[in-house]
């Protein structure tokens, strides 16, 4: 019954269902004893701290850039601020969901690259897809990324470049895209009318 009501629910004028279960999970661990959901929060945040140096060292190959990157991300203040503030537990899941989509895509790349477009390549992208929709159920911040893995695919990536007669290799780029697009739109449409429902969608103000 709760995790129904978490898959459904649209508290706070949010659809995160994922949030909810870590939540609910938590409360069923520790009771209302701050330590321990401070303590997962911490968890996750030093957890996608580990990601962020993985990610950028396996896009890029630089050690000390990515060690550089991650420390950032770890001690900039609006990542800890998202740890010390237990209800935005959405943040940090939704952020090792991210930096999960982006670990499995630099593999889905390298096995393109290797020949393995089959069943290696194929079972890939079928898990960078569940990672983006479970990231966009723990917070639709991330309705942005397709954008970002084609940025990648620029760069460091480099699967296109931007020199004419490049437009047919962008097209197919974006295609392989559509998926990811196709969970966008129906995370987009879920959250407009879940906020608008909790009254933070209004319509005071014409176009």
Known sequence: ET?????????ASNWHPLTWMSHLLDATMFGLNPYGHHATSVGWHALNAVLALLVIRRLTGA????????????????????????????????GFFGFAV?????????????GAAGGGAGRIYALILVAFALGLMAKPMLVTLPCLLLLLDFWPLRRVELARGAGSAWVRLVVEKLPFFALVIASAVVTYHVQKAGGSVTAQLSL
């Open 3 to 11: 995790m129904r009501w978490a898959m459904t629910s649209g508290e």
């Open 63 to 94: 050690v000390w850039t990515s060690a550089f990157f991650a420390a950032l991300f770890a001690w900039h203040p609006l990542r800890v601020e998202s740890v010390a503030w237990v209800s935005e537990r959405k943040d940090v899941l939704s």
């Open 102 to 114: 982006l670990w499995l895509y630099a593999g889905y790349v390298e096995r393109r690259r290797a």
